[in-house]
């Protein structure tokens, strides 16, 4: 499984952030999503990345099998 970013739709909420500091940061200079765990690999990695595109206001991230 592999965590996708669209950076052209990222708002920058932060909202991933929040649900996984572990795997999610900001761009320092514009706020959007810097994916720092792509590969999800523990069940609770995996819940955590579901959770992560589900609230994401922009739909900026998705998951790829």
Do not use: Y
């Not at 950076?7 to 500091?21: F, I, K, S, T, Y």
């Not at 572990?22 to 706020?31: I, K, L, S, V, Y």
């Not at 720092?36 to 690999?41: G, I, T």
Request: glycine residues 6%; charged residues 20%; negative net charge.
């Amino acid at each position: 499984m592999q965590i996708i970013a669209n950076l052209e739709r990222c708002v920058g909420a932060g909202q991933c952030v929040l649900v996984d500091p572990e795997a999610f940061d900001q761009n320092d200079q514009d706020g959007t999503v810097i994916v720092l765990r792509p590969h999800p690999q523990s069940a609770l990695e995996i819940a955590r990345a579901k959770e992560a595109v589900n609230v994401c206001p922009g739909r900026t991230l998705s998951l790829q099998d």
